[in-house]
Structure formats: C-alpha cells, structure tokens
Nanobody
C-alpha cells in the first residue's frame, strides 16, 4: 500500500509565503516524477510544478518565478515553496508521484488527499 500525505496548507495574505510538503510511504521501489497539482472551485485540476528523479523541473506559467519545487529522493519527499502568493493561487493542492511498487513492474500515478491553500486579498 502506498500513501502520499501533504502538509503545510493554510490561510495567508496576498504577498505572503507558504511551504507545502509531501511524504510518500509504503512498498515503494522507485519514484519517477513527483509533482504538485491544484484545483480551484469550479475549475479543472491543473499542474503547478513537477520534478524528475534527476532534478529536472517544470512549472506552470502562472507560478514561474514565484514557486520552487524540490525533492529528496532518499526520503521520498517533495516540497513546494510558494512565494508572492496571489488570491488566484487559492486552491486545494495535491501531491502526485509516478512510482513503482516492489510488487509491480509498472509505474503508476498516486495522489495525496490534498491540502487547502487560501490566499486573502
């Protein structure tokens, strides 16, 4: 069984910062890509940032220069540092990992339950 658990969400004023963390646990053999997605009310879930096992990063245009994704391969964790937050960043943020379990030969995506980030104006 694999679990992804997010932490670090909350309420912050516009211009402020928050740091989200995600820890993957269970019978994990290898993690390929890790990422953060978000879903605002009435909108589709969208990719915020992703990072490969080699450290290659990818960001949505709306967060470039403000958000930084990082990961610790040894600990199976990832973080999202969010600076200069805007009200439009308000959403539920989900941790995602494409990983392979010991019992499988395939890489599959797994999701956390999400953490709410609210940015007030």
């Amino acid at each position: 069984q694999v679990q992804l658990v997010e932490s670090g969400g909350g309420l912050v004023q516009a211009g402020g910062s928050l740091r989200l963390s995600c820890a993957a646990s269970g019978s994990i053999l290898s993690i390929n890509v890790m990422g953060w997605y978000r879903q605002a009310p009435g909108k589709q879930r969208e990719l915020v940032a992703s990072i490969s096992s080699g450290g290659t990063t990818n960001y949505a245009d709306s967060v470039k220069g403000r958000f930084t994704i990082s990961r610790d391969n040894a600990k199976n964790t990832e973080d999202l540092q969010m600076n200069s937050l805007k009200p439009e960043d308000t959403a539920v943020y989900y941790c995602n990992a494409v990983l392979r379990q010991y019992s499988s030969s395939l890489f599959r995506p797994y999701w956390g339950k999400g953490t709410l980030v609210t940015v007030s104006s």
